[in-house]
C-alpha cells in the first residue's frame, strides 16, 4: 500500500522555523522526484520545493527561495522541507507529491499538514 504522511507542522511565530518530514513506504523512493506543495485557504496550490531521486537537484518557488532547503534521505524513505524565517504568507496546508521517472502515471500525494505562522 502506498503511502505519503507529513509531519511537523505546527503554529509557529513569524521569523520561526518548522521543519517537515514526510515519510513514504510501498514504493520505489529512490526512483521518484518529491515536490513539496501548499495551498492556502482560498488560494490555489503553489508548488514549493523539489528534489531529485539522488537528491543531487533542487529547485524552489520564488517565494521561498532562500528560506526554505529541501532534502531527503533514501535510506529513511523520507524527505524534509526545512523552513526558515518563516512569515505569516506561509500559512498553508503543505503536501508531499512524489512523481516517478520511469513511469510519469506514477503520481502519489500524502494528506497534508498545517503550518499556521502567527504571533
Known amino acids: 500500500q502506498v503511502q505519503l504522511v507529513e509531519s511537523g507542522g505546527d503554529l509557529v511565530q513569524p521569523g520561526g522555523s518548522l521543519r517537515l518530514s514526510c515519510a513514504a513506504s510501498?514504493?520505489?523512493?529512490?526512483?521518484?522526484?518529491i515536490n513539496w506543495h501548499r495551498q492556502a485557504p482560498g488560494k490555489e496550490r503553489e508548488l514549493v520545493a523539489t528534489i531529485t531521486p539522488d537528491g543531487g537537484s533542487t529547485n524552489y518557488a520564488a517565494s521561498v527561495k532562500g528560506r526554505f532547503t529541501i532534502s531527503r534521505d533514501n535510506a529513511k524513505n523520507t524527505v524534509y522541507l526545512q523552513m526558515n524565517s518563516l512569515k505569516a504568507e506561509d500559512t498553508a496546508v503543505y503536501y508531499c507529491?512524489?512523481?516517478?521517472?520511469?513511469?510519469?502515471?506514477?503520481?502519489?500525494w500524502g494528506q497534508g499538514t498545517q503550518v499556521t505562522v502567527s504571533s
Open positions: 510501498g514504493f520505489t523512493f529512490r526512483n521518484y522526484v
Open positions: 507529491n512524489a512523481v516517478s521517472v520511469v513511469i510519469a502515471s506514477r503520481n502519489y
